[in-house]
């Protein structure tokens, strides 16, 4: 069975400084990860995704993921946090391969921005 | 122009009402799903619908029927609900089941009082 971990229900940076959000998968076959963001009161936007053979994933709003299979992790990083970054962040799993879509979501990381 | 669509965003009504939920995506998808998000933020698959036939079901009370009348629209009705069904519904969309990019609604905040 595929799950997901965040640790961190809360982060918390200083504006300018680097963001790291954990996420640790678990998956019996190699997976699609993803990043989604979600502003308060609205729907989930995908950030980045990973589906193929490049581990270093690039995303919009300068954030970036890097699937390491060693350690299964897709940790996601950003080198200067932004007070706009604040926000919820939810690292998911698909099957590879799978037939059906179904995303199994992490517990989501409230990332707050002090100026 | 909205790319997934739900109404409505708000919804407040009394333990044991029906209610339903309507959601469209202009986006030509070819299948939908149906998402809740509780409390605790946490999201969990309820339903999935490929070209309007039902693929995922994740043990959800019959109380929630969904029904997909084209593959561009997902409705979700709820019979008899229960304090525990407040929530925040979203519905989302994706190309081709199975890469899990998904494109989602904004959210239905029901409340069950």
């Known amino acids: 069975a595929q799950s997901v971990t965040q640790l961190g229900s809360h982060v918390s940076v200083s504006e300018g400084a680097l963001v790291l959000l954990r996420c640790n998968y678990s998956s019996s076959v190699p997976p699609y990860l993803f990043w989604y963001v979600q502003y308060p009161n609205q729907g989930l936007q995908l950030l980045l995704k990973y589906t193929s053979a490049a581990t270093l994933v690039k995303g919009i709003n300068g954030f970036e993921a890097e699937f390491k299979k060693s350690e299964t992790s897709f940790h996601l990083t950003k080198p200067s946090a932004h007070m706009s970054d604040a926000a919820e962040y939810f690292c998911?799993?698909?099957?590879?391969?799978?037939?059906?879509?179904?995303?199994?979501f992490g517990q989501g990381t409230t990332l707050q921005v002090k100026p | 122009d909205t790319a997934v669509s739900q109404t409505p965003k708000y919804l407040v009504t009394q333990m044991g009402n029906d209610k339903s939920i309507k959601c469209e995506q202009n986006?030509?998808?070819?299948?939908m799903y149906w998402y809740k998000q509780d409390s605790k933020k946490f999201l969990k698959i309820m339903f999935s619908?490929?070209?309007?036939?039902?693929?995922i079901n994740e043990t959800v009370p019959n109380r929630f029927s969904p029904k997909s009348p084209d593959k561009a629209h997902l409705n979700l009705h709820i019979n008899s609900l229960e304090l525990g069904d407040s929530a925040v519904y979203f519905c989302?969309?994706?190309?081709?089941?199975?890469?899990?990019?998904?494109?989602f609604g904004e959210g239905s905040r029901l409340t069950v009082l």
């Open positions: 619908y490929n070209n309007k036939e039902l693929i």
């Open positions: 998911a799993v698909s099957l590879r391969g799978g037939n059906t879509g179904k995303l199994i």
């Open positions: 989302a969309s994706s190309v081709v089941a199975g890469t899990g990019e998904l494109f």
């Open positions: 986006l030509g998808h070819d299948t």
